[in-house]
């Protein structure tokens, strides 16, 4: 009786050590967790890039136009300047 109680442990013992993931398996599921926080760190990355590159772009625009309105109206100002020397120096 002894001799069958210690088969049928050792045959449930090894039925549960049998249904749980294999090294192999383990392994391929770590491989695979590394790769998508990989993948993950890659894309925020690119993201980053991307953000940086637009902010960038948005602020020499913004740079360029308030260059090109100050030298619009430095422009326009020594027009306004030259027609007043004129009318004085007429009269």
Do not use: F, R, W
Not at 24 to 48: L, R, T
């Amino acid at each position: 009786m002894k001799k069958v109680l210690i088969s049928v442990a050792v045959g449930i013992m090894s039925t549960l050590v049998a249904c749980g993931p294999s090294a192999a398996e383990k392994a391929a599921k770590e491989k695979a967790k590394q790769d998508s926080i990989a993948s993950y760190a890659m894309a925020a990355k690119v993201q980053a890039t991307a953000d940086s590159t637009a902010k960038y772009e948005a602020d020499m625009k913004s740079k360029m136009a308030a260059d090109s309105t100050a030298k619009a109206e430095k422009h326009v100002k020594g027009k306004s300047a030259k027609k007043h020397s004129h009318k004085k120096s007429k009269n």
